[in-house]
């Protein structure tokens, strides 16, 4: 290749990798705060603050209590600095009334906000079947279709009511599958967890549409904690939709967040994120440290839970969603696509437990690393002794884009079953220069084309999201590698 | 058409175009011929606008424009179209998307509104059912997996499609079987009219029988070096091209 064509290359990748950030804007807003700090006396104020009985209080402080023995984890292909957890702030709700009664009473400020967001807040668009339950920093504002859900026995709430008013459930379930013990991040979000949201589909019942929470991490230095806990009861289904924005600042914000599903028999639990956090300016300064762990049990037999993630957003993102298939016949399935641009770290992958016979699980990994960033896909299989009959299906395909970024493929497995069938395939390719002039050639303008390539790349991973989603996804994947051109 | 003039081209420092000199107007088709390596491809990569090719002298007017001096897919939106050697594939995304986003770029580009998915539909229908294709090449990934020469009537299908103004086939009639090159040549001819052109980058006279050619040109070394009528083809099938370069580098302009 000639070096004025390389420079070309270059140009194109540079200009690619200096989008802005779309969703930067703080709503000014009247934010009640706690001080900063974490100890015993935050944890209780918490607590307080959301009026949990004192079991709840009791739980946060024994997850605190571990946390402090705790060594805060190193081993991810991911440099930050180090956080200082007494820096932070872990309450902050807009001063507001916290209940409403309807929508006309929520700040309009605030519904202006999620507006912005493309959120369908407003009761004409949730009728296109979304039912939001909307995380402004850590208050619950306004959750929607809770009567149509409730019809049909299913329970859609903020998981600080779920704690007042389904005790049971919840002290049965939370902490179940991530137990506090689990690591250092579920530990302090088990302390300081700040709401997030609670669903339960009784026995029998095919939930009637899909559910979406929308997270914003808006006040500054706010390490924002959700908690998430998803049950699907005996032959139930469920299809639950995660999307995430942040505004934009300078310095680095903390997420933490814990989900938790539990699939029980013949239940099925579709869990899908799309996650557009700011990922930081173009030099590397600012952006969100995503640090999530999400499990999904399948309990039950014949149960099946299945990720499908698309992360764009956020400076650092560490996260792992897996699946401990304990139930016989039980399926687990991770559909990701990771992009990472500019100064991006992302260190993600799923973990898959079978322990149940007969039990697959299926792993399609697409990383897309352009700019100077490092992307890294890390997945454990593993198959306990009594897991006859196991199978796994691993894909993990990596995109460069420019030869300034890293990608990085870490399998792991631990087979202890002789019968277990496993495969793992992996591919690393390079957006192709002919591929560009065939499309240019074609009248399709560089960027477009470098986006067809890239959305052909994710195909597979696309066709698992729920349909107003995928093309949501299309959009940010655009957004994420956009640039002027020429 | 288009009028070339003078043009020299580098690769990688090396000079592979030395000087092309070729005119083409409306309603006309053009041959270009030549041994392996002449330069053939790199000339049809120059005009679609390849970055990898530096054009060091000359110029290129197509349509009355300075076409060197436009980004390739504006020249692909002002109607220079190329049905490449090799098609590339485009994993995940379906020939037909690819065809309509093309279609309704050039569209837009030229001020006619965008083709709905029905009239794209009815529309690669016609085309396909001119080129004999399996309407499932439409659904599956851009070339991914077509035989050779499935790949080459997926090219004639796009032109047909986009109807571009100048059509280049670099040796489009490779790799296909006898009954193919009969129904691509026939999707060729039913694309000509009196205000396009076609330019056929072919080494077999063969191809010529069906797709009857208004000039023949020879290039070598960079160079055209002969030029004619539909009878040079016959001769070169007769004589090879060792006459020609060996002799003199007479050239006969049109
Ligand atoms: N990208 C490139 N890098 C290096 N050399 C190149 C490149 N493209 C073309 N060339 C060289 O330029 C010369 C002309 O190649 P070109 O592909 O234009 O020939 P052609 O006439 O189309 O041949 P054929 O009949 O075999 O298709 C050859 O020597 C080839 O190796
Ligand atoms: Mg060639």
């Known amino acids: 290749m000639p070096e004025e064509n390389k420079n070309n290359e270059m140009k194109v990748v540079e200009d690619l990798t200096q989008s802005e950030y779309k969703w930067g804007f703080v709503t000014d807003i009247e934010e009640e705060e706690f001080p900063i700090g974490l100890n015993e006396e935050i944890i209780r104020k918490i607590s307080a603050k959301k009026e949990e009985p004192e079991w709840m209080t009791e739980w946060r402080l024994k997850a605190f209590r571990y946390w402090k023995t705790m060594e805060e984890p190193h081993w991810g292909k991911v440099k930050f600095p180090k956080i200082d957890y007494q820096a932070l702030r872990y309450f902050a709700a807009p001063k507001q009334k916290p209940q409403y009664e309807s929508l006309d009473e929520v700040d309009p400020e605030l519904l202006e906000t999620f507006e912005k967001l493309g959120i369908p807040l407003e009761e004409q668009k949730v009728l296109a079947g979304v039912a939001v339950d909307a995380v402004f920093d850590s208050v619950s504002v306004a959750t929607t279709f809770q009567e149509t859900l409730a019809e049909k026995g299913i329970i859609f709430c903020p998981i600080s009511e779920a704690i007042k008013n389904y005790p049971d459930l919840v002290k049965k379930y939370m902490g179940s599958v991530v137990p506090y013990t689990d690591n250092y991040y579920a530990a302090l979000n088990s302390a300081v967890f700040s709401d997030g949201s609670f669903a339960y589909i009784p026995k029998g019942v095919r939930c009637p549409m899909e559910l979406s929470t929308y997270f914003r991490i808006n006040a500054i230095n706010t390490g924002q904690f959700e908690r998430t806990l998803i049950i699907a009861d005996d032959d139930s289904y469920v299809s639950y939709l995660e999307g995430c924005t942040a505004p934009m600042r300078d310095e680095n914000q903390l997420h933490a967040a814990v989900v938790e599903l539990i699939a029980l028999e013949n239940a099925e639990i579709k869990y899908s994120t799309v996650q557009n956090w700011y990922p930081g300016d173009k030099d590397g300064k600012g952006g969100i440290y995503n640090l999530v762990t999400k499990r999904g049990a399948c309990r039950g037999n014949n149960s099946k839970i299945s990720w499908t993630q698309v992360e764009t957003g956020s400076a650092v993102t560490w996260k792992y969603p897996g699946c401990i298939l304990q139930g016989d016949n039980s399926v687990g399935e991770f559909y990701s696509v990771a992009v990472t641009n500019n100064h991006q770290q992302a260190d993600t992958g799923t973990k898959m437990i079978h322990i149940g016979k007969n039990t697959k699980s299926t792993i399609i990994s697409k990383g897309i690393s352009a700019g100077k960033s490092d992307n890294s896909y890390r997945g454990l299989v593993k198959v306990t002794k009594n897991a006859t009959g196991a199978r796994n299906f691993s894909q993990c395909d990596s995109m460069l884009m420019g030869n300034q970024c890293g990608a990085h493929t870490f399998p792991y497995l631990e087979i202890d079953n002789d019968t277990a069938i496993v495969e793992h395939e992996a591919t690393t390719s390079k957006v192709s220069e002919d591929q560009i002039f065939y499309l240019n050639q074609r009248g399709i303008a560089t960027e477009d084309a470098v986006n067809m390539i890239v959305n052909g790349f994710c195909k597979e991973v696309f066709k698992e999201l729920p349909m107003e989603f995928a093309v949501e996804a299309q959009k940010l994947l655009a957004i994420s590698l956009e640039g002027s051109v020429g | ?254």
Do not use: C
Request: charged share 25%; aromatic share 6%.
């Open chain 2, 1 to 254: 058409m288009i009028e070339i003039k003078n043009l020299h081209a580098n690769v990688e420092g090396k000079e592979i175009l030395q000087g092309i000199n070729l005119k083409v107007n409306a309603g006309e088709i053009h041959a270009i011929m030549g041994p392996n390596g002449s330069g053939k491809s790199t000339l049809a990569n120059v005009l679609a606008g390849h970055e990898g090719y530096e054009v060091t002298e000359g110029s290129v007017s197509f349509n009355g424009k300075d076409l060197l001096d436009m980004a390739p897919e504006d020249r692909a939106r002002e109607g220079l179209f190329l049905a490449f050697q090799y098609p590339v594939e485009i994993p995940g995304i379906s020939n037909a998307t690819f065809l309509q986003t093309a279609l309704n770029e050039i569209r837009k580009y030229n001020g006619q509104p965008e083709l709905s998915p029905k009239e794209f539909l009815d529309l690669i229908k016609e085309k396909s059912e001119i080129l004999n294709m399996d309407s499932s090449l439409l659904s599956r990934a851009v070339n991914q997996g077509f035989s050779g020469g499935e790949k080459k009537r997926n090219e004639i299908l796009q032109m047909l499609t986009i109807n571009p103004k100048l059509a280049i086939l670099d040796e489009t009639d490779s790799g296909l079987d006898i009954d193919a090159l009969k129904i691509v040549s026939q999707g060729v001819n039913a694309f000509r009219s009196d205000d396009n052109a076609v330019i056929v980058v072919t080494h077999y006279q063969r191809l010529l029988d069906y797709i009857v050619p208004d000039f023949v040109h020879v290039l070598f070394h960079g160079k055209i070096i002969k030029s004619g009528n539909k009878d040079l083809a016959l001769e070169l099938e007769e004589k090879g091209y060792d006459w020609l370069t060996k002799g003199s580098l007479e050239t006969q302009n049109v």
